[in-house]
């Protein structure tokens, strides 16, 4: 039960975030990724919105970009719960920069799209 083991460790993550424990935020993202990793492939976890989005809002605080951009990029796939679209579209913006070569513009957009999802709370 892989899905729900994964599912726990996400909801722990998402609550770290908030409260700012910096060591659970990562240490139940890895766990929560690990355990979704052990799924067969034709059977993804279609909700991981709750987990890449406040793991990817840590990695890009602490300046690891790449990181966060490679969370948000993955709930953009067509196995991913549909994110609102003004969600999706500040993480779209922010992904399509850096992956565009707009390394200048990348930081600010994915402020605005933690910020959005802060605002639609999500985060």
């Not at 994110?83 to 707009?102: E, K, V």
Request: contains cysteine; hydrophobic residues 45%.
């Amino acid at each position: 039960m892989f899905d729900y083991l994964g599912a726990s460790h996400a909801n722990l993550c998402w609550v770290a975030w908030r409260e700012g424990r910096i060591p659970d935020i990562e240490r139940h993202a890895q766990d929560a990724l690990a355990a979704w990793d052990r799924l067969p492939s034709a059977y993804p976890y279609p909700f991981q919105w709750y987990l890449r989005l406040p793991y990817g809002a840590h990695l890009a605080t602490r300046g690891e970009l790449g990181g966060a951009l490679e969370q948000w990029q993955y709930l953009r796939g067509k196995t991913q719960q549909a994110l609102p679209p003004a969600l999706d579209a500040a993480i779209g913006a922010a992904c399509d920069a850096r992956a565009g070569g707009s390394d200048d513009a990348a930081p600010e957009l994915a402020r605005r799209a933690i910020a959005c999802a802060v605002e639609l709370r999500f985060l």
